[in-house]
């Protein structure tokens, strides 16, 4: 008798035999869905944004800027973790068939993101003065509760991190899980691990300013802010990294049943991205005077390469496996047939592929250079900085997150997709859409175009200001329009498919059995 005192309720997957504990499917649901929510809110200010900055002012001053913050906010913060936080549930039950301990607890911390969340965002859009954008950067200063709700929403999350280390404890201690953690599993370990560490920066960085805000203490320092706030701002999308390379494995395996080649080297590369966690943040404060230069030069060239090297490695392993997989398929003609008969109809494949060639090529370029030194100082500031984090944290991460999402609804809550031939073109659409702007914003970033500017025309500047004559300049910003219509387009696809899969879908049959735990532990 081990006393069970949880809810020993699973369901069986009739197509994967994966054992989905109950409450955790609750919780990895509505995690998943307030994250649907929060995107389509972020698109819906990406659109009008992106508008503005295509056809000229289409809303006031004050709007722009509100919309902006409320736009990096709401897809940076709040889809993006929301989204994380179902899948930390996911990987430490479903994928090991294991319990989550403290249903309860992860509810109250469910409901702390999502108060803190509707703070910030009810302090952005209804009460003027809190456009401090993301990254909040003092002397800036918003309404205390604007700084409190994401506070709030920081601790509900750190928590859940701290809960999914206790999942993975208990799976082994309680004998759910033998052996090694599988390699989505233990990629997401490493990307909790630099979680907990990036929610702890971000603390340094926000809960002075919060008590600044309420009078309790001085502005902080401007600068120790800049470094607390990346040591955050920065790490947060080595989560996001670890996290989506993570999918894409479990991607190739769940599309082509691809399986590492040496999956010993793919866990070492994501070894590697914990000892870079914050190395690459100083690409963030190249500017600022607080760092000398000949540390801010070896940072961002030896140093950097430390943290690329792992991704150097999964670039090549999950091609790999995917080969392997294929051919053993028998689809061995030429040097291409097991590429070209892949299942590019499969929005989980094509999500995966496109997700990964653009990241790794317009992401991976971009980035290398904007973290030189000498080149940061030609483009800091404008718009070729949101052109490359578009392509890393959109074309990427996010297209990453609703690829698998197309099958979490199915195998993990439960209901059939509805609208399968919108998804079949949705990754190509949002893919194209983003990739498009962001070549606009890089190349128009070139030329100077500011970014998170409400008008980049200058009309009202005491001096001519001639940022806009240029053909050139005025077909990048073309490319930023068109593309970005394309792009809510197709993140438009995936939110109805989403929403009505979730909500309408026909229930996935399946087999509710109760469980203990399968390998019970002597003593
Ligand atoms: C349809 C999809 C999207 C479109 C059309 C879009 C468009 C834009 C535009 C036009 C800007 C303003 C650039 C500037 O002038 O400074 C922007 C900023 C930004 N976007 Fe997006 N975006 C999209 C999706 C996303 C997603 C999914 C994320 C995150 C996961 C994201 C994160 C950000 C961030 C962090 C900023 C910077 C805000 C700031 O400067 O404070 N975007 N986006
Ligand atoms: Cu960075």
Redesign the pocket.
Known sequence: MNGNNFSNEFRVCQTTGLKVHLPAQRLIWIHAVTAVVA?LL??LM??I??MT?WLGPITSNDWFYRL??G??IN??YF??VFFEMAGVIFAATAVLGARWPGVKFSWFNYLLMLIGAILTNVMILFKKGNDV???AYPPLKAHPIFYLGIILFAVGALLTLFQFMAAIVIAKKEGWHKGSLPLFTFGILIAVIIGIWTLLSGAIAYVPVFLWTIDLIPMPNVEFYRIAFWGFGHSAQQINLAAMVAIWYLLALLTTGAKPINEKFSRIAFVTYLLGINLGSVHHILVDPTLGSAYRIFNTSYLFYAATIGSLIHAVSIPAAIEKAQRLKGLTNGKFEWLTKAPWGNPGFSGLIISFVIFGFLGGVTGVLMSVEQLNLLHHNN?RV?GH??VT??AG??LAFMAIAYYVIPLVLQRKLIGEKIAKFQPWIFGL??MT?SVG?TFAGILGVP???FDISFRDAIFQVDSMSSGLVKGMMAL?GLG?IT??I??FMFIIVAVLSVFFGEKVPTKMEKHTPPHPVAG
Do not use: E, Q
């Open positions: 995107l972020g698109g990406a659109i944004i992106a900055r902006i913050t736009h990096g897809m940076l889809w993006i954008m993301f990254t718009l949101p984090f578009h944290v959109v991460t996010s859409g983003v702007f914003m970014r998170r500017h930023v970005a792009a809510f197709g993140l």
